[in-house]
């Protein structure tokens, strides 16, 4: 038995890609694995009146199970309704590695997909990003395709070093392959090591002038940034003093970002800072209250810190908020 995501009540990103184009701002693109963090994006999405995409992993989706992911979309569905005006959901597979898992997530409720064929030998991400956008748009579900390679960690996929996308292949590429998406490399990395600088030192750049190549290439195309999380100094001091044993390290300035959501950017991937946010909260309580051990009492506070960083974003990095009238 399939599902389609429309019985779910989840839309695609056809629409919210179109209207991020036209009004300047991006959609953000949080991913989740638990329930606290889907109730955090969830919750902030809604108090700021912002579109959201629901990303999961393929790592993500063996963690928490296929069939209850599934459910707990529908289930944010519905609680949107209870907690102030719902937005238009979409859920998401990350970094999709195969036809196969592609196909399952379709069948399975997800409005929208990842594949990652930017490991592979062009004509070989060009054959299978089609074969996965001609089974997708069967069911009305867009699809997310990638040229160049992120430094760091593409889920399973490993690259030791960026490989910036080359703007004289994405005409080729998207017409080809019939994708509604496509992600770029222009020197954003995943992870929480994304930089490794000394106080005071500069950090680089993105390659804005590759994106504008890009976009000049690809009218009215939307683009996606992964590994887009800003790595708030907060939460890894917090981390640290608390009993972590993190590097010094810095993400994407969210200056940087802002910029990029004006532009024909319109999807952007944040994980890692979730992460930190969530972890800074839980060590904090572990070392201050020591007698507490009821999950409740960690992870909702964790929770709030979530809330709070995910409509920060959403009101002052990526322009989403107010956008669901
Ligand atoms: O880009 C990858 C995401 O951060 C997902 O990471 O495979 O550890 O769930 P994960
Ligand atoms: P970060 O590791 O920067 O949060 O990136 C997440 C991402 O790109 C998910 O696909
Ligand atoms: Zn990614």
Not at 29 to 46: D, G, K, P, R, S
Not at 144 to 157: F, N, Q, S, W
Not at 215 to 228: A, D, E
Request: hydrophobic residues 40%; proline residues 5%.
């Amino acid at each position: 038995m399939t599902v389609s995501y429309k019985d779910l009540g989840l839309v695609n990103t056809r629409q919210m890609f179109k209207d991020a184009m036209a009004g300047g701002y991006a959609i953000p693109a949080y991913n989740f694995n638990n329930m606290e963090q889907l109730q955090a994006i969830v919750t902030a999405c809604v108090q700021t009146g912002s579109p959201v995409i629901l990303q999961v992993s393929k790592g993500a989706r063996q963690y928490a199970n296929a069939t209850l992911l599934r459910w707990m979309a529908r289930g944010a569905v519905e609680m949107m309704k209870e907690i102030g005006k719902p937005v238009p959901l979409c859920l998401h597979l990350d970094h999709g590695d195969s036809f196969e898992l592609c196909k399952d997530c379709i069948d399975n409720g997800f409005s929208s997909v990842m594949i990652d064929g930017s490991h592979l030998p062009y004509e070989e991400n060009v054959a299978l990003t089609k074969k996965v956008v001609d089974y997708a748009h069967q069911h009305d579900v867009t699809v997310e395709g990638e040229l160049g390679v992120l430094a760091g960690i593409e889920d399973e996929v490993s690259a030791e070093h960026h490989t910036y996308t080359d703007p004289a292949q994405v005409e080729d590429f998207v017409k080809r392959t019939g994708v509604d998406s496509l992600a770029i490399s222009i020197g954003t990395s995943h992870g929480a090591y994304k930089f490794k600088v000394k106080p005071g030192e500069k950090l680089p750049e993105l390659r804005f002038d590759i994106l504008e190549e890009v976009s000049k290439r690809l009218p009215g195309f939307p683009i996606v940034l992964h590994g887009s999380s800003s790595v708030p100094q907060w939460a890894v001091k917090q981390i640290n003093e608390y009993g972590g044993k993190l590097e010094d390290t810095a993400g994407i300035p969210e200056e940087q970002l802002r910029k990029a959501a004006k532009s024909a950017v319109c999807k952007i991937n944040v994980d890692s800072d979730g992460r930190l946010v969530m972890t800074a909260t839980i060590r904090k309580i572990f070392a201050t209250k020591p007698s507490e051990f009821d999950p409740r009492k960690y992870l909702g506070p964790a929770r709030e810190e979530l809330i709070k960083m995910y409509a920060e974003k959403n009101e002052n990095v990526f322009g989403s908020a107010g956008r669901v009238k």
